[in-house]
């Protein structure tokens, strides 16, 4: 049979600190039934340490759920929009953490879609016989960008990680087909002007322009549109039908969009992963989070034709489709934690309102 890349561990990591609809009722000018009926978020985890300190969990839960030692691996990919340094990459830092000295390591940005453009890239990589075992992470540490005086955008994001290991196989598992794609005139709709090199040097940080640009309603339309294509060229270049699917995985972006794109295509909802609740929007965080939450609850079994989607800034967009292996059981665990945190959620939210509050002195004002 032909060389396939397959999934052999997974892991997530969640900051212990939540931010719930509760809390946000005292930061903006919302409330639970509101943000429930429009995301069907009701918490999400506010990261007290940096995105490689996140992915460091994930990852070496991953590594002991595949059974594997951090020198097994000999390519590191991380996939994040928000970066804690750009140079050297949050990749190559994860690498020094884990000890893995044989492995190559990059960072890898499709915003939301990161994690299935790097399952798209770990598998090119492992089936073209450039690398066999590939450590893939998905860390975000999206509140450091949020502007928690702006309702239509700060009750969606939360922080957190996810990991999975790929190795070859010749047993007719692994992925089987992959679609990825990009609008750049779309990319207006989503942008994170902070982490750049655009414009001068200085030392003053403008609030208006270093926040995320969010245009919701037009994300809503292309989102739904480009997840349902986007799964259908997967799914066919796979060999299969939208019958054979047992288990789809989507980016955790909007529990309304995830039901509208499995509506359009006809998808039976107890086959679709939904833990936004508690998550929210984690970004490149959101589908190997969703994956591993899926193997808990034992959506996925030996053999399952597995579909992952996503949706992001870029515009980006992608989809896989693998068929599972033998194994939806961890071979070894990982107790490692983050470390504790003794601040409160509106502790560790108050330099982004010191920050934004300028924008918003008017109209709180009136």
């Known amino acids: 049979m032909a060389l396939r890349a397959t999934f052999t561990g997974w892991g997530k990591c969640v900051p212990p600190v939540k931010l719930t609809n509760a809390d946000l009722e005292q930061l903006v000018n919302t409330d639970n039934e509101w943000i429930v009926e429009r995301t069907g978020i009701h918490e999400r985890g506010i990261s007290h340490v940096e ?29 994040t929009v928000t970066p804690e340094i750009t140079c050297p990459s949050n990749a190559c830092v994860l690498q020094e953490r884990l000890g893995a000295v044989n492995a190559a390591a990059f960072d890898l940005n499709a915003a939301c879609s990161g994690w ?15 690398a066999e075992r590939v450590l893939l992470v998905g860390a975000e540490k999206l509140h450091w960008v949020m502007d928690y005086w702006d309702r239509a955008t700060c009750i969606l994001f939360g922080d957190g990680a996810g990991a999975a290991v790929l190795e070859p196989s010749e047993n007719g598992d692994g992925v089987l087909g992959i679609d990825l794609g990009a ?33 919701g309603q037009a994300v809503f339309k292309i989102a739904v549109q480009g997840i349902e294509k986007s799964v259908r060229r997967a799914v066919d270049r796979a060999g299969l039908s939208l019958a054979d699917v047992d288990a789809v995985i989507p980016h955790q972006a909007n529990e309304r969009i995830i039901t509208a794109a499995g ?19 984690s970004a490149a ?33 992608g989809s896989t489709v693998t068929r599972w292996g033998e194994r939806v059981e961890p071979l070894g665990h990982c107790d490692l934690e983050l470390p504790p945190c003794d601040e409160t959620v509106f502790d560790l939210l108050a330099s982004n309102r010191d920050f934004y509050a300028p924008l918003h002195t008017h109209s709180r004002a009136d």
């Not at 207006?188 to 640009?213: E, Y």
């Not at 509506?263 to 929007?281: E, Y």
């Open 116 to 130: 299935i453009y790097g399952t798209a890239t770990a598998s090119s990589m492992i089936t073209g016989g450039v």
């Open 263 to 281: 509506r359009r295509l006809g998808l039976d909802p107890d086959r679709v992963m939904l833990n936004i609740a508690t998550h929210g929007n």
């Open 183 to 215: 609008d750049g005139v779309a990319g207006r709709t989503m942008v994170f002007p902070t982490l750049g090199t655009r414009g001068r040097l200085s030392n003053v940080r403008d609030p208006f322009l270093h926040r995320l640009h969010f245009d």
């Open 51 to 79: 995105t490689t300190d996140l992915a460091e969990v994930a990852a070496r839960r991953a590594l002991a759920a595949a059974g594997l030692e951090t020198t097994d691996i000999d390519m590191l990919i991380l996939a």
């Open 285 to 317: 965080a959101s589908v190997p989070m969703a994956l591993s939450d899926a193997l808990d609850a034992r959506m996925i079994q030996p053999g399952s034709i597995v579909v992952q989607t996503a949706f992001g800034g870029g515009v980006t967009w």
